[in-house]
């Protein structure tokens, strides 16, 4: 009897071994093995907006990008008077702008920024402020009447002020949001060619790219800027999405496009301009030849306005 308990004894020492073993190597194993419930890493996904009224009286520019973490980018932004549309929709997404980029100081694109930053932001937070480093004496001197410089000057003043203001130029790369941002086109002395239009020919041409996908913002940049693109940087032109060049009228090449090879194409511009009749604009045109490249064309007059980039 004396036998067997001592012998029961080391039976059960044996088990409580083998146990605790069984313990330490099933921890390890989780340990290594990933999670896939509810905080496992997951695609990066940022949802990039359009935004804009089939009834609008005039082109802007006003687009949102946020990612799967709610932080905010905001590109442009429109005219004055759409100031409060865009408060509207940054409030909306929780009033907190973590990059805002400005393409050029035309009245359509920087007004909407220019407006909220005169009336102290309205509880907006604003983390940087990017745009071209405006060649203000050369635009000054070849300024015409549309491209109302006074707008600029108030822009660059209030933008200053903030000190929040950075600028990108051309081969400018960087992260904002977890996206690599890719500047190929800004102001620079090349710009100082031109007689008329500096500021189209100096707006920002930038790309946003994700692991799979990618989006090409195009701001105003047109057809004698774009050839010395399309010479210098062919090869990183292709994208998952486009923003057509100054509206998608009388901007960029077909042949530009092309090497774009876009899914689908942004125009922002309102039904006057994009199912003209008159041969004034020449949009219409742009867009029957994307949709033959069987493209898809958001505009002002289109329902969804979205896309995501992962």
């Keep these: 009897m004396q036998k067997k308990g001592i012998a029961c004894k080391r039976f059960r020492r ?25 905080n496992a890493s997951k695609k990066e996904i940022w949802t990039v907006t359009q935004y804009g009224r089939e009834d609008a009286p005039r082109q802007s520019m006003f687009y949102t990008v946020v990612n799967s973490s709610g932080k905010l980018m905001v590109i442009d932004g429109g005219w004055r008077y759409e100031a409060d549309t865009v408060r509207s929709v940054i409030r909306s997404l929780g009033n907190k702008v973590a990059v805002w980029i400005i393409t050029h100081p035309h009245p359509d694109h920087v007004g909407a920024l220019t407006e909220i930053l005169g009336n102290n932001y309205t509880n ?15 635009y000054k001197a070849t300024q015409k009447p549309w491209d109302e410089y006074s707008i600029y000057e108030q822009f660059n003043a209030l933008a200053k ?16 949001l977890g996206l690599e941002l890719k500047v190929l086109n800004g102001w620079d002395k090349s710009i100082d060619q031109y007689k008329k239009n500096q ?32 010479k210098k940087y062919r090869k990183e032109l292709k994208s998952t999405f486009v923003q057509c060049g100054h509206h998608g009228n009388w901007g960029l090449t077909k042949r530009f496009y092309d090497y ?18 008159t041969g004034k604009y020449d949009a219409p045109a742009l867009i ?18 979205s896309v995501q980039i992962w």
């Excluded at 907006?124 to 050369?138: E, F, L, N």
């Excluded at 994700?210 to 047109?222: A, H, P, W």
């Excluded at 029957?288 to 306005?305: H, P, T």
């Design 14 to 38: 044996l088990l409580h071994v083998g146990f605790f073993a069984a313990m330490i190597i099933l921890a390890v194993a989780l340990l290594r093995t990933p999670v896939y419930g509810k």
């Design 124 to 138: 907006i937070s604003i983390g940087v402020i990017y745009s071209p480093k405006t060649r203000a004496k050369q």
């Design 161 to 176: 002020k903030t000190k929040k203001l950075k600028y990108l130029q051309e081969g400018d790369g960087r992260k904002v």
């Design 199 to 230: 500021c189209n020919y100096g707006s920002l041409m930038f790309k946003l790219k994700g692991q799979k996908r990618s989006f090409l913002f195009c701001g105003d940049v047109s057809k004698s800027r774009g050839k010395r693109i399309v």
């Design 260 to 277: 774009v090879q876009p899914k689908a194409a942004f125009v922002d511009a309102p039904k006057s301009i994009t199912e003209d009749k």
């Design 288 to 305: 029957a030849y994307l949709k033959e490249k069987n493209i898809k064309v958001y505009k002002y007059a289109s329902g969804k306005k």
